[in-house]
């Protein structure tokens, strides 16, 4: 079947990686594309008297906050709305709790599709706009649907990619062959990497991997009429997404049988009326796990000359494959190009029971990094009354997958289980690398819920590491159970909640999508030294999958290294809160992409630090190197990590992983000025709530009186609340200067404003003062850098 166009049916590589093992088992390759156009007119306007049009004026303190945010909307489109270019405010769009602040999330329309890219965060309170982000295509509306913007007149984001690509493997290629160390890089490429000839073939193969162009035979040209076949410009997709040649030779020499056999299928069974246009689903697409979403959109593409900026249709396609989850637009125009790709993936009124049993476990603390930080104790399922109001290991039986087509005969609502599955996480072994995850295995601690087991590996030789490492299974998943459920409860309690887009299967009423828990595989044979976490929208389950290392042997189980578990589980957290809930497309690349990863470091390194300060290096104990797996710890000595702003300019910052560690290591230097101003809370977890549900201040919270916002009293728990409410606070693609700005913007809403110079002083201090910039910016994060190391006027006696 063919898509015919009516007007009634218009209804995440930076990580150029290639994973490489000599262990046993399977040896399989995964790549991660991710570029796209660069927005030049998109802005973020974070100060409030900034905030001020024409018309609008502040409205009144109880104004509902989504008809503020209409009519500011309007009052700044003004003339560019019209019959065919309009907006929708989406329905993710929420209220937080604790700071008051509605979060509305608007998307543009033209011709009834949406702007992929067309964005805008509006953040509102008492009748005021507190800022907002706008990325709306400001031209004028295609006069009908088949009008594409000229391919002469447009640049090619991936071409771009893949010439910066060259240059960043030059570079690496000239590092491998001076360096005898073995090269690590979590959630990119696996260690050890090869070294000399080796390294070039290496090399080679990830840039033609990534960067294959091949033309497929055009089967509908689109010109003029309004058949627009979704099929080829997917095969095109493929063919550069595919870490296989030998799929990409299948496509090439079998092209007409693929055609034939992928099939189409309108998805439209919503249960409730949805204004959400619907989308296509196409089977048997080659190297998918399941059948591709898709639909058109328009995208915005900048032009060849200065400052223009093009409308393209494109299919918008959501792919799933073993290794990726990938968002993508391909021009629906022949011949089709990739315009951009986001991985999701980057290496989740009935009566609440109280649980009677508290489950135990012996696991390494909450706090200890890894296991050369102490020694397992026997912990209790401390789970939270706010968060986690069932325990960790209840769910309803209508949000339990094992449940799935079979009715329960229970009269009970919620299941109760004895293993480690539970309503915000399923943990289990994952030894096969595949994407089924309901049977397999995961300890059973029987009616006691006792989970303790032995951890005690051997030291054996190479061939039977693996075996060994395998005996512990149980031990391996109890912890990864264990963590993942605490950063549910810590993250929850300074705002991750239902609403915002947490990872819960159920969400006992609270609004935002249910039924997208953490798939979490331990040991998982997909690949070793190293870790992923890919996330879909609200209400589809995150999945995140750790490795064995084979650093040292015994063989290293990253599921004992809390810091990279939290470094993954923020994954989810940053993507759901930057740009809404329902859009896991706004850390896509780049510097968003970059501080995607930096905000995991920066989390996972406050998690574990104490009062007394010191450096920390990431993933350490996992890959066996002192220094860790970045290119330096994070510290406040510059000479142990001099990194700057400007330090995104250098050879070897192409990667998400690179700027990560810039944009963490600037974070660090800002939280310890904090911590110099307010001190240091030994327990970043809130105070649980009374029976009533009201939180104490205890020592946590700065005194209220029961009013809200909730203000954490030290430094580090105020670091932390006020990188989590930026999330909320910043548009869809940050930069680093939006991100900054919405952290100044967090706390100006939290305490009035009063760390405004202290943390600016922090961020100058690594180069990003006020009047840093950056100009000649690519499609996926390069550009020319300038630091400033000034603070604003205001603090220049401070
Ligand atoms: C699960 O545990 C709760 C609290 O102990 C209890 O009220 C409920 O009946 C249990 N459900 C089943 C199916 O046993
Ligand atoms: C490894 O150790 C096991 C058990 O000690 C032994 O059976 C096996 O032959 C050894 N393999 C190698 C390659 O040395
Ligand atoms: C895991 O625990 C179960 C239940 O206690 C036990 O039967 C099983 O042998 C254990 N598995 C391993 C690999 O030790
Ligand atoms: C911090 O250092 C001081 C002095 O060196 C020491 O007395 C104290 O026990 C340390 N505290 C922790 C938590 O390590
Ligand atoms: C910073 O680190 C260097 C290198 O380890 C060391 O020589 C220097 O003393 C340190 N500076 C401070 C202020 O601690
Ligand atoms: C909740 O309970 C506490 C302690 O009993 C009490 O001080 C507080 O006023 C109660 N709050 C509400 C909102 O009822």
């Known amino acids: 079947m063919r898509l015919l166009l009516t007007a009634s049916l218009v209804a995440g590589l930076a990580g150029s990686a290639v994973a ?15 570029f796209g156009p660069v927005h030049k007119h998109a802005k973020y306007v974070s100060t409030p008297y900034q905030v001020v049009t024409n018309a609008f004026t502040r409205m009144s303190d109880d104004s509902d906050p989504i008809q503020v945010a209409r009519l500011f909307v309007e009052d700044i489109l003004g003339n560019q709305l019209s019959e065919s270019s309009s907006y929708k405010i989406r329905k993710d769009s929420y209220t937080d ?23 805008m965060n509006i953040n509102v309170k008492d ?113 550069a997404a595919t870490p296989s040649d030998a799929v990409v030779n299948d496509i090439l020499s079998n092209y007409e049988s693929h055609l034939a056999q992928m099939s189409e299928y309108v998805d439209v069974h919503h249960f409730a009326p949805s204004d959400e246009m619907p989308s296509l689903l196409v089977a048997n697409v080659p190297d998918t796990v399941n059948p591709v ?52 993936a980057s290496d989740a009124a009935v009566p609440i029971p109280t649980p009677d049993t508290t489950a135990t476990y012996n696991v390494f603390a909450f706090g200890l990094n890894d296991p050369e930080e102490g020694k397992r104790t026997i912990e209790k399922e401390s789970f939270d009354t706010l968060a986690s109001p069932v325990g960790w290991h209840s769910l309803p039986y209508a949000n339990d997958p094992s449940f799935q087509g079979v009715k329960s005969t229970s009269k009970d609502f919620y299941r109760n289980t004895t293993t480690t599955w539970g309503n915000n996480v399923f ?18 601690a029987g009616k006691s819920k006792v989970f303790d087991f032995p951890y005690k590996p051997k030291e054996t030789n190479k061939t039977d590491a693996l075996e060994e490492a395998q005996k512990y299974i149980n031990a391996t998943v109890t912890q990864l159970f264990y963590t993942t459920n605490m950063i549910h409860d810590l993250y929850y309690r300074y705002g991750f909640d239902e609403v915002s887009g947490n990872f819960q299967q159920y969400n006992f ?65 940053s993507t759901r809160l930057t740009g809404g809930p329902a859009n896991s497309g706004c850390l896509p690349f780049g510097e968003s992409g970059g501080m995607g990863e930096g905000w995991g470091d920066f989390l996972a390194t406050t998690i574990r630090s104490t009062a007394n300060y010191s450096d920390y290096a990431m993933g350490s104990w996992a890959a066996n ?31 998400v992983h690179a700027i990560g560690e810039v944009w963490a290591q600037i974070l660090w230097v800002v939280s310890q000025g904090l911590i110099e101003k307010h001190g240091f809370t030994d327990t970043l977890f809130p105070p649980a709530a009374l029976a009533n549900g009201t939180v104490p201040e205890g020592d946590f919270y700065r005194p209220a009186s029961g009013k809200k916002p909730l203000v954490p009293k030290h430094g580090n728990s105020l670091i932390f609340q006020l990188v989590l409410n930026a999330m909320k606070l910043q548009p869809c693609r940050p930069g680093f200067f939006e991100a900054r700005d919405a952290i100044i913007l967090a706390d100006q809403t939290l305490t009035g404003g009063e760390n405004f110079c202290t943390l600016w002083k922090g961020f100058s201090a690594k180069g990003l003062g006020p009047d840093a910039s950056v100009v000649l910016r690519t499609p996926w994060g390069g550009g020319v850098r300038t630091d400033d190391f000034e603070v604003p006027l205001a603090c220049d006696t401070y």
């Not at 000599?22 to 594309?33: A, C, E, T, W, Y």
């Not at 959630?187 to 000399?196: E, F, R």
Request: include cysteine; glycine fraction near 10%; proline fraction near 5%.
């Open 127 to 239: 009748g005021l706009i507190l800022s907002y982000g706008n990325s709306f295509f400001a031209g004028s509306a295609p006069s009908h649907l088949s009008q594409f913007a000229l391919d002469d007149d447009v640049r090619h984001p991936h071409q771009e990619f893949c010439d910066g690509l060259i240059d960043e493997l030059e570079m690496r290629y000239s590092s491998f062959l001076a360096s005898e160390a073995d090269q690590v890089v979590m959630g990119d490429a696996a260690a050890p990497a090869p070294k000399g000839n080796k390294a070039m073939q290496h090399l080679t193969h990830v840039h033609h991997s990534n960067c294959r162009f091949q033309q497929l035979p055009l089967k509908m040209a689109a010109q003029g009429s309004q058949d627009l076949d979704v099929r080829a410009p997917l095969l095109q997709f493929m063919v």
């Open 97 to 119: 709790s604790n700071t008051g602040i509605t979060h509305v999330y608007v998307r543009q329309i033209i011709n009834g599709l949406e702007v992929s890219d067309g964005d």
């Open 625 to 655: 190197r002192v220094g860790g797996i970045r290119n330096y710890p994070y510290s406040l000595n510059e000479t142990i990590n001099p990194s700057t702003y400007k330090t995104l300019d250098k050879p070897g910052y192409f990667g």
């Open 20 to 34: 490489h093992r000599d262990g046993p088992g399977p040896v399989r390759h995964r790549k991660s594309l991710g």
């Open 293 to 344: 979403k898709a639909k058109l959109a328009y995208i915005q593409v900048p032009g060849k000359d200065e400052d223009s900026v093009h409308l393209s249709l494109v299919w918008k396609f959501e792919v799933e494959m073993q290794d990726n989850w990938y968002e993508a637009a391909v021009s629906a125009a022949a011949p089709h190009r990739i315009i951009s790709v986001v991985d999701w």
């Open 427 to 444: 943990a289990q072994e994952n030894w096969e690398g595949q994407n089924a995850y309901v049977r397999n295995y995961r300890p059973d």
């Open 509 to 573: 009423g609270r609004g935002g999508q249910g039924n997208d828990a953490v798939i979490a595989n331990a040991q998982d044979g997909s690949g070793y030294n190293n870790a992923n976490f890919m996330t879909p929208p609200d209400g589809q389950n995150g999945r995140m999958r750790m490795y064995l290392w084979n650093t040292a042997i015994p063989y290293r189980d990253g599921d004992f290294e809390a810091g990279i578990v939290i470094h993954e589980l923020s994954h989810g957290l």
